[in-house]
């Protein structure tokens, strides 16, 4: 069959473009579906149109059906039409959000509303491609559901319509053509295609002027001391590249609440101000979700700034001028996953992608906040990735923190108590800057938040990764895991989505109602709250005159059979300074052990937070 054949050459090409066979669903998909638009093309008169076939968006491994090129009719300039294409039969909006999401009876989850999808499509090509960096009114978007009825998909059009995003069915085919017709000539589409293939992949100026206001205008942040010093250091390495052909290696390291991200935020507007490209990355999900909506809260296009430390494993070198990795001690051994294909697992080290993409890589870090196995961010791991390239490599060291009140004597205390630094743990004393309570009971701890709450602070209750955590159920109360005698509380949730009114994992920590959730290290990490609740599990515990730790307490996934115990050990102790370090007025601590409360006590001088009722 033609159609056979058809998806046949069209495998053998994807292999080339791409270095992978496509799966069984895709070549199915195209025996389907290519044929149902290139018919509709030949219907329109438009056989000379050139047709892109699972075009490959910049700095992501997503990838839109078709791209049509061609020449619009009017103007006699380079005209794209991008067609995702549906082989759905009905399709219905989904009840929490109609606009947006939609059911399909294969899916046991909700998609995106495909009109919704092309125009995202869209919108990331003229933020992200040069050739339409200037003309984005050049690119329009459709989806086509050339299996449907109206009456099989008419709830989707309760999605918004324009030119970046519409639909069509079979049944509308007609419309179909005569759209097409408005934005495509009967002329040769070759040379916008070779354009558009053509075109750098770089943000475009547009997106940098919104960044620009977004980042930078919106909140003056101001840098002080080593943190000016950091800043300007990798504005000069920006004009060295520019100047010299010049790459090099920035390192930023400083503990919580140095300003790493507030450093980062600032070159980031600064830099778009300038049209230079750039982009911000993390390994974390939480951080990542948050920076999106925080900065980019009124314009959606300034998401697309906000990566993951595995986004560029295909991307080619230099591409940007400069990437901030945020968190950097985040960086994983590789970016491949679980989804990650076969074929690209190449086992090339996340640190060597994360350095090529960029003339000026930055990587912001702490190295006590290593908490997974795997996890590889720290400087001299960066540094020998430098030295491997032959590439200079500047340091600085952030000294100056703004969490935990400004309190240098409350990290101080943290890291010594937990051993990570010093001869062993010492005696709190307070410096006005920062409280510090003991809790004899999880229901203490709590209380004593909740009367903070009432004073106007927020609040947040954290622990070790100690108890098993379940899944929500929607409709359902959250599954209250973590047991502690006759107290019991629910993990915050895992999921994207709100359940009874508790907020989706990424927004755990900003989100006023996590608090009465439980946080774990990966959704705390990298935010602050005012008073800090942190459940010291049986995983850490005092005996005598050292800790222990007890690895077989965790139920923390991450720690496999392979992994050391001298490993667990390091980062059962990074989890908890972590935990300790995200109050900004306080922190209330408990301990499932006894023998380790009566050491808090003995710390800290505290019997108790029923004492401190007058503290604030």
Known sequence: MLEEQLAQQLAERFVRAHG???????????QRSIPALTGVLLDAGLDQVEMLIEYGLPLTSKR?????A???PETREPSYVVVELKQWSEAYPDEDDEAMLCRVDSFSRPVLNPIEQVRGYCAYLASFNGALAQNPERIAGVAYLHNATEFGVSGLRAARQDEQGRMFTEERRGEFISYLRSRLAPAPGAEAADVLLAGKTQPSRQLMDVAAREVREREQFVLLDEQRVAYEMVLGAVERAHASDHKEVVIVTGGPGTGKSV???????ELYRRALPALHATGSQSFTKTMRKVAGARKREVQHLFK??????TTKPNSLDVLLCDEAHRIRETSANRYTRAEQRTGRPQVDELIDVARVPVFLLDQHQVVRPGEIGRVAEIRAAAERRGLRCREVSLDSQFRCGGSDAYLQWVVRLLGLEGDGPVAWEPDGRMELEIAESPAEMEAFLEDRRAKGYGARMSAGYCWRWSDARPGEPLPADVVIGDWARPWNLKGERSVMGAP?????ATDPAGFGQVGCV???????????GVILGPDLVWRTDRWVVDRAASKDPVFKRSTPDKAVDQLVRNTYKVLLTRGMVGTVIYSTDPETRAK?????????????GGAE
């Open 70 to 72: 061609g020449v619009h």
């Open 308 to 313: 993951y430390f595995n986004s560029f494993m």
């Open 504 to 508: 989706p994992s990424a927004l755990w």
């Open 263 to 269: 450093i980062a935020l600032s070159l980031l507007g």
């Open 64 to 68: 839109a059906d078709v791209v049509l």
């Open 600 to 612: 808090l006590r003995e710390l800290t001088g505290r019997t108790g937070t029923e004492t401190s």
């Open 20 to 30: 992978y066979r496509p799966g069984h669903s895709e070549i199915r998909s195209w």
């Open 522 to 532: 990966y959704t705390a990490q990298g935010f602050e709250y005012d008073w800090s």
